[in-house]
């Protein structure tokens, strides 16, 4: 009996010696046919690197919105090219950096990522992606009506921000399996900005010394790009932007950025509203669409303004207000 119980422990010894060593030997064989799967792409080492084209139209002035700077970031979207759904979002820092992509033909959009007014929808799709910038304050809604309601050139669309630069670039790519030879792939691009940059000039004032502030609007600007696809929107919008006096050069000069003038056969209408120092306003409507066709993309006024000097009533103050509207509302008492 003592050497049965003696050889039942060795056998149980031995089978579960056996069976770790089975386990250890099919780990490894399992290991290893996982590293050489070319599924994965373990191996491959896939850099995006972007060239910038930071170059303007014009000799932009030093505001924020007129400037190409080189982004912190950038973000690559990889789409089917049969579907043009997204496949793969990548982000690198600054134009450089390793992404992880599986093999496969993709449209790849790329673009700058984190500007202040220009943003991004519609990123599911390539068909859809969309640059655009947001309606301005109702506040300035009302400067422009001035020139609407005196039987001026309509304004169609809503008010909108100036967009800020957006650097973008389009290209198929094709991102091969892993071999031995083939560790290294390197997609190279160009972006470019999809916003054109326009100086704006008003040149002719007389009693420039008087003007308090002023506002401009051109009409007829493209709501949007849709840059996935490499087209503006139809949708027409009007471009609103303060302008200041000059001192050096003695006249309104500025500079600002769209999506571009609006296809197709739109004229595009410059209102400036000018407000002196006790409040007296003064509208000028210009038609710039030729303007737009320039490959200076410079814009001139050089029609001849005259600001009165102030005649002091008012205490130097007269704003503008408009005509009463009666609102009703109930107002709970007790």
């Not at 590293?35 to 896939?46: R, W």
């Not at 840059?227 to 000069?253: C, H, S, W």
């Not at 210009?286 to 008012?314: N, R, Y």
């Amino acid at each position: 009996m003592k050497h049965l119980t003696s050889y039942i422990i060795l056998l149980t010894y031995y089978i579960i010696l056996l069976t770790s060593s089975l386990f250890l030997l099919t780990s490894c064989e399992y290991k290893d046919l996982c590293y050489d799967h070319p599924h994965y792409n373990y191996n491959l080492e896939l850099k995006l690197n972007l060239k910038l084209d930071l170059n303007v139209d014009v000799e932009v002035s030093e505001e924020a919105h007129t400037k190409i700077d080189a982004p912190k970031y950038m973000k690559a979207g990889f789409y089917n090219t049969e579907t043009n759904k997204l496949s793969k979002t990548e982000f690198i820092e600054g134009t450089e950096g390793r992404i992880h992509v599986d093999p496969g033909v993709y449209n790849m959009v790329a673009y700058s990522f984190g500007t202040e007014w220009t943003q991004i929808r519609g990123e599911g799709d390539m068909k859809t992606i969309e640059a655009f910038t947001s309606d301005i304050t109702s506040t300035k809604a009302p400067l422009l009506a001035r020139f609407t309601r005196a039987g001026e050139e309509d304004a169609p669309g809503p008010i909108i921000y100036t967009p800020d630069h957006l650097l973008v670039t389009v290209k198929e790519v094709v991102i091969p399996p892993f071999t031995e030879e083939n560790r290294v792939v390197v997609i190279t691009a160009t972006a470019s900005t999809i916003v054109e940059t326009y100086e704006f000039e008003v040149t002719n004032i007389t009693g420039a010394e008087y003007i308090s502030s002023v506002d401009a609007f051109v009409t007829n600007q493209a709501r949007s790009n849709f840059f996935g696809r490499g087209v503006k929107n139809t949708e027409p919008a009007t471009i609103y932007f303060p302008v200041e006096y000059d001192q050096e050069e003695k006249m309104l000069k500025t500079s600002f950025n769209t999506f571009g003038k609006l296809p197709g056969e739109s004229k595009c209408f410059l209102h400036i509203l000018i407000r002196d120092s006790e409040g007296k306003e003064y509208k000028v409507t210009k038609d710039i669409t030729d303007q737009f066709e320039k490959e200076d993309h410079i814009i001139v006024i050089d029609d001849p303004i005259d600001i009165p000097a102030p005649t002091g009533e008012g205490g130097g103050i007269a704003p503008t207000v408009e005509e009463w509207e009666e609102v009703q509302h109930d107002v709970p008492i007790g």
